[in-house]
């Protein structure tokens, strides 16, 4: 395929990725998960691409964590045989996970719900096959899991553990809490928190008779600030091959990290409102507003130019393919003609990402290749 060089030569909105960047993420956490001593199954829902997923996993067991099922085959199809899928099964996707099973991949499950074990074991026994099921455990986000002192995280294991084609493989959560933490200290409370919940409720099990293969846990903001994982074996952290501009006002990295960026071109101009246009929208940025209780002015992303030096600039509205930016420099604005390019550190590389069918990788300020993005349900 033949590709421009030239960031100028790309159309417009286009999603930019720094690959001296996300080489140097993906070597920095490699290195934090072995000192240590866990294993690391990275969440691939950032990114949805399998040559990221083969940086993040050289050196390691090649395990992933996924978020949809479409991912797992995608990835599955790619040679990816070890894989999490961390969204509560549900019984409508049975026979999505069987056909995967079926194929030869080790897919792991998770519930919270004492009622699919034996609906999801019947499923399996009917298709010859066999699940790793992990039991969600809310550590303090309060999205999904059980009550890690409740009687739910008893019985769903015990369940678990009777069932002819499951088996138990441990206790999973994730610390979504931490991205409401407005200082490292607290980032760092969280993440001892996550850590101290897991092993307490792994050694309930384990009094109770029960064996826990593995405790998981994962969420970029904690796995960037823990200083001990005593009694953890696994972390899924995703967000960090990318990082964006909620990880870098929390504390997680910094902005010299972030590694994702959309290119995007000035299409109105208006001196008296003191404001620029630019053809990205809350569809090539998502509506995350992101760090909002550290930095209430964050709006819908931080301002590059085509460089990617920051014009100090925020995007303060956004609707579907609009991006409104207040420009009070009067020689910023007489810069920013119709027609300029800009780049757009978005909040929340995640969302963003997910927007697109494809990366443009950047290296040495020109356009280096392309890489797909595998999205869907």
């Not at 002192?149 to 008893?154: K, S, V, W």
């Not at 993440?191 to 384990?206: G, H, I």
């Not at 925020?314 to 020689?331: L, Y």
Request: net charge neutral; aromatic share 6%; charged share 20%.
């Amino acid at each position: 395929m033949n590709l421009p060089t030239a960031l100028g030569s790309l159309n417009t909105p286009s999603l930019l990725l720094d690959l001296e960047r996300v080489r140097r993420n993906a070597d920095q956490m490699s290195r934090r998960v072995s000192k240590l001593g866990v294993r690391l199954r990275p969440h691939i829902k950032t990114h949805k691409c399998i040559e990221i997923a083969q940086l993040q996993t050289n050196g390691h067991s090649g395990a992933i964590t996924v978020s949809t099922l479409a991912e797992a085959r995608s990835f599955a199809a790619h040679g990816f045989s070890d894989i999490t899928y961390t969204v509560p099964i549900d019984p409508g996707k049975f026979s999505q996970a069987v056909e995967l099973a079926c194929r030869g991949t080790k897919l792991s499950l998770l519930t919270d719900d004492i009622e699919i074990p034996a609906l999801l074991n019947d499923a399996a026994r009917k298709a010859r096959v066999n699940f790793d099921v992990y039991l969600k455990i809310d550590c303090g986000y309060h999205r999904c899991g059980v009550d890690p002192n409740g009687p739910e995280a008893l019985a769903i294991p015990q369940r678990v553990g009777e069932s002819s084609h499951l088996r138990f493989a441990g206790i999973l959560t994730h610390a979504g809490h931490s991205y409401h933490a407005c200082s490292r200290e607290q980032l760092l409370n969280i993440a001892r928190q996550e850590r101290s919940v897991m092993v307490e409720c792994a050694r309930r099990l384990e009094s109770q008779g029960m064996s826990v293969p593995v405790i998981s846990i994962g969420s970029t903001p904690t796995i960037t600030q823990i200083d001990d994982l005593a009694g953890i074996q696994e972390v899924r952290p995703g967000n960090y091959i990318f990082f964006d501009g909620f990880q870098a006002t929390l504390g997680s990295c910094s902005f010299s990290d972030c590694a994702l960026t959309v290119l995007s071109s000035v299409i109105h101009r208006n001196r008296k409102l003191k404001q620029i246009v630019i053809d990205a929208g809350a569809i090539a940025l998502s509506k995350d507003r992101g760090p909002v209780e550290i930095d209430p002015a964050c709006g819908y992303g931080h301002v590059l130019d085509v460089e990617g030096n920051d014009l100090g600039l925020r995007i303060h509205a956004v609707s579907q393919e609009h991006g409104q930016i207040r420009v009070d420099d009067d020689r910023v604005l007489d810069r920013l003609r119709v027609g300029m390019r800009v780049r757009v550190l978005a909040n929340h590389s995640c969302l963003t990402a997910a927007q697109y069918d494809s990366y443009h990788l950047v290296e040495n300020g020109r356009i280096a290749g392309e890489w797909q993005i595998h999205r869907g349900w």
